[in-house]
């Protein structure tokens, strides 16, 4: 499985914007799927944004559509997360998360299809 390390988590206010990076090792990253997904304080974890293995579209959570752009770069095994436009209620810890060769979009938004995770990173973003 490969190993990811997340980064780029902060404290930022309202409206501004961070980009949280995910690096992979271990793995052939060109044939993972990856997705990020985030876990509030008393919420469960939810869908955020994926990019299949072929990067040839991507996928997004309604509340966070036209704000954040998910993206890859397999000559570094980095996926990154733009977030822009940020809210108080997009505070959470961001998880990173890869699988080989997911493409559908239904299984690109179920977290039980990941079968590897970073060890999350922390925004918060103060009204």
């Known amino acids: 499985q490969v190993q990811l390390v997340e980064s780029g988590g902060g404290l930022v206010q309202a409206g501004e914007s961070l980009r949280l990076s995910c690096a992979a090792s271990g793995g052939t990253f060109s044939t993972y799927s990856m997705a990020w997904f985030q876990k509030a304080p008393g919420k469960e974890r939810e869908f955020v944004a994926a990019?299949?293995?072929?990067?040839?579209?991507?996928y997004y959570a309604d509340s966070v559509k036209g704000r954040f752009t998910i993206s890859r770069d397999n000559a570094k095994n980095t996926v990154y997360l733009q977030m822009n436009s940020l809210k108080p209620e997009d505070t959470a810890v961001y998880y990173c998360?890869?699988?080989?060769?997911?493409?559908?979009?239904?299984?690109?938004?179920?977290?039980?299809?990941?079968?590897?995770w970073g060890q999350g990173t922390q925004v918060t973003v103060s009204s």
């Open positions: 998360a890869a699988a080989r060769f997911i493409t559908d979009s239904y299984t690109l938004r179920i977290g039980r299809a990941y079968n590897s």
């Open positions: 990019i299949p293995w072929s990067g040839s579209t991507t």
